[in-house]
């Protein structure tokens, strides 16, 4: 489901003593984060907040926000979940944001078949496994490879998808 605002990460904490903030990204890398300019507080931007700097730290994200000047003002942030633009970014071809995934039916990419709805994703390393409830409640696991993820359209709600042999009873 397309989403205006999705969540980057959680503030998790401060470094030194000028208010820089560590967050904790909810994204492939800490990388992701340096062309911000923009962060805002809420899922509908409607509390925004400029970037002056930010970097990767190890697996974390550093980051300085305007008139945020101290530890304390840092620390009263802590745990709060910082949101980005999702028009900011311009993501490759064939790779979506799992907060935009949850909620897409996944269809049959032959007969549109409806198998259920992606309800998670699991990040294991070699590739993305989405978890698809139908229903009835009984969730299945697919591997999110080319075979198997035809094609995805965030904006229609839909992943059509061509399932492995026996991951859903009626797969042949």
């Known amino acids: 489901m397309k989403k205006d605002y999705l969540e980057l990460g959680q503030i998790v904490g401060t470094h030194g003593i000028r208010g820089e903030i560590r967050i904790n990204p909810w994204c492939d890398s800490p990388d ?6 923009t962060v805002y507080f809420d899922d509908k931007g409607q509390k925004e907040i400029k ?9 974390i994200i550093l980051m300085k926000l305007e008139g945020i000047e101290s530890i304390e003002a840092a620390e009263k942030l802590r745990n709060r979940i910082l ?32 198998y259920g709805t992606i309800t998670d994703v699991s990040q294991t390393g070699a590739n993305d496994v989405w978890h698809i409830t139908d229903d009835s409640g009984t969730e299945y696991l697919i591997p999110a490879i080319k075979d198997v993820v035809i094609d995805v359209d965030v904006a229609e709600n839909k ?10 009873d009626d797969a042949d």
């Open 32 to 37: 992701f984060v340096k062309g911000f300019r």
């Open 51 to 59: 970037v002056v700097s930010g970097r990767p730290h190890g697996n």
């Open 83 to 114: 949101y980005i633009r999702s028009s900011d970014v311009k993501l490759p071809v064939g790779t979506w944001f799992i907060e935009e995934l949850i909620g897409c039916d996944a269809l049959d990419s032959d007969d549109l078949h409806k």
């Open 159 to 168: 992943a059509l998808i061509r399932p492995l042999k026996g991951i859903f």
